[in-house]
């Protein structure tokens, strides 16, 4: 058991300390790459809990796909100015949204952690390991029957995010060229070919 | 404290004997990478070093380890260090779970598959990290264009997971083969074993889709500044990488450790035995694929990607799950 908690201090450790860097740190890349050095921490720690699924959908999701898009995001556009000039800057408007939003969850993990505090059998981490099933066949057992619904909800939201996403982004733009497969295929000789008489010392002109 | 010691001990000396098979394989797959090459474009290939030119590729590692180590003056230090490492360490890290056979695994996990998934997915920061840390235009544009194309193949991948998964009823590796005991999935699921071996080739951005690394368009990529033993470290990371797609897909599809067929001479055979070949019959395909097709264009790429591979393995993930539960043929899980 001593060795368990060693390695819980390890993980949250540096999970913590990785977080703090995420904010303090001045260049952008770096609070991205200690971004993903939490979400690893983080999941190690759900691994150790013996909530496996979740960590390693922690890895899939976060590190492999979030946080690739954020250090694409960070790599093209130049956000480490718009972070120097939030420290430095005077007007930092993000400051008073950035507060609600601290404090909206420093109220929404107190109602969490307290709940669990007040009725300790809410949802004990231990349930999980004891159990027989895999937590992945327990959650899926859970997931697709009783909460089909919110499951099904979630999705819809996610797909009318993405939607609204792209359609926010679209633009069409004139002057490009697009390749047709199909036009290229049903090409044939009659089609493809053109003979054309060209009169010495004048060019050819081919309209497109 | 001591016990743990002891069991820290044993896992260490175990690791050891599975990672450095490993390595020594990477650097034979190499040599038969390159010789088939040749041998497809009626070259000799690497034939002086050795028997067959079998040790060419250790000449090759001595000759990176005693190059000098060239960092940029504009690079990022740490993290253009951190890269190669990353690379190697990952593509390294995912063999624990690969079973050789049922009891010649490391890591007997719960969750072998998404394990498996996470650190492939992983592989993407090693090449990014190089590309930005090495602050030059064609590094960056190479890890540009990798991050996007691993990160497109990454999705087909995970369905055509499902699509196993939902036949088996489990994630764990050694389930997974040992479900295939009456049948190799290579057979109901073919075209899903067609579409996997193309991401493959896309994840480990081999040829026809080394986009990244196009030489006449990127010079090398990701690893233009890199030189010496780092390069040799990407080098590596790369081919445990394609060694490890080989290995997923021979237990996804062709039954992992099992034999061809479960009849007297075959199944005396031992089971690391069936699995090498497997993996090695992969990467064969994965040579010849190199030597015999041309290099795609990148808008092509997304769109096989994105419009083609996605659309098709979701239908056909429909079209599994349906059949499974109209036959009632869905992997029963006992509660």
Redesign the interface.
């Known amino acids: 058991m ?2 368990h908690s060693i390695f819980f201090y390890f993980f949250s450790v540096i999970a913590i300390f990785s977080s703090l860097m995420v904010i303090t740190s001045r260049s952008t ?1 770096n609070s991205v ?1 200690f971004l ?1 050095l939490d979400f690893i921490s983080v999941g190690c720690l759900f691994i150790m809990v013996g909530a ?2 979740l960590g ?2 922690l ?2 999701v976060y ?3 979030v946080a ?2 954020f ?2 995001v960070v ?2 556009l130049n956000v480490a100015e718009q972070k120097q000039s939030w420290f430095i800057g005077k007007k930092s408007t993000h400051i008073p949204t950035g507060l609600i939003v601290s404090v909206l969850i420093l109220l929404e993990l107190l109602v969490v952690v307290g709940g669990w505090k007040y009725k300790e059998n809410v949802m004990s981490s231990s349930s999980l390991i004891i159990s027989e ?2 937590n ?2 327990q959650l899926g ?1 859970v997931m697709y029957t009783d909460y089909i619904l919110y499951f099904q909800l979630a999705g819809i939201v996610l797909l009318l995010a993405m939607i609204g996403a792209i359609l926010l982004t679209f633009r069409e733009r004139v002057g490009v060229k697009k ?1 047709s497969y199909i036009n290229q295929i049903s090409r044939n000789p009659s089609t493809a070919v053109e003979l054309v008489e060209t009169k010495s010392n004048q060019g050819v002109k081919i309209d497109d | 404290m001591i016990e743990y010691l002891q069991i820290l001990g044993e896992e260490v000396y175990k690791i050891i004997f599975f990672i450095v098979p490993i390595l020594v394989s990477v650097a034979m797959i190499v040599w038969l990478d390159r010789r088939v090459w040749g041998l497809v474009q009626k070259r000799r290939g690497p034939n002086v070093v050795g028997p067959f030119g079998l040790f060419q590729t250790l000449a090759d590692a001595l000759k990176y380890i005693f190059k000098e180590i060239i960092i940029p003056a504009s690079a990022n230090r740490i993290v253009f260090i951190l890269a190669p490492i990353v690379t190697m360490t990952l593509a390294l890290v995912a063999w624990a779970v690969i079973p050789m056979s049922e009891s010649l695994v490391l890591a007997d996990i719960n969750v072998g598959v998404l394990y498996l998934f996470a650190v492939s997915s992983l592989g993407v920061y090693g090449i990014i990290m190089g590309g930005w840390a090495s602050n030059s235009k064609y590094p960056f544009l190479g890890a540009i264009r990798s991050a996007a194309q691993m990160v497109s193949y990454e999705v087909s991948i995970g369905i055509i997971i499902i699509n196993v998964l939902l036949c088996v009823g489990s994630l764990n590796l050694n389930d997974i083969v040992i479900a295939q005991k009456e049948l190799w999935y290579v057979i109901p699921l073919f075209p899903m074993f067609v579409i996997f071996f193309i991401s493959a080739l896309a994840e480990t951005n081999r040829p026809p889709f080394d986009l990244p690394e196009a030489e006449a368009e990127l010079v090398a990529g990701y690893q233009t500044e890199y030189s010496g033993m780092m390069y040799a470290m990407f080098w590596l990371g790369e081919y445990a990488n394609i060694l490890l797609m080989c290995a997923m897909g021979s237990i996804l599809f062709l039954g992992g450790w099992l034999p061809i067929l479960d009849i007297y001479p075959l199944n005396i055979i031992p089971a690391p035995i069936w699995m090498i070949t497997k993996i090695l019959f992969l990467f064969l395909l994965f040579a010849l694929i190199k030597a015999i097709v041309p290099r795609y264009r990148y808008d092509q790429l997304m769109r096989l990607g994105w419009k083609i591979f996605l659309p098709f393995s979701l239908i056909y993930l429909v079209l599994t799950a349906s059949f499974l539960f109209y036959f009632d043929k869905l992997p029963k899980v006992n509660i």
């Open positions: 001593i060795i890349i790459f993903i496996e699924f390693m959908i890895l899939i590190v492999g796909a690739v898009l250090l694409f790599m093209m099933t895999s992945t066949h057992l390749q």
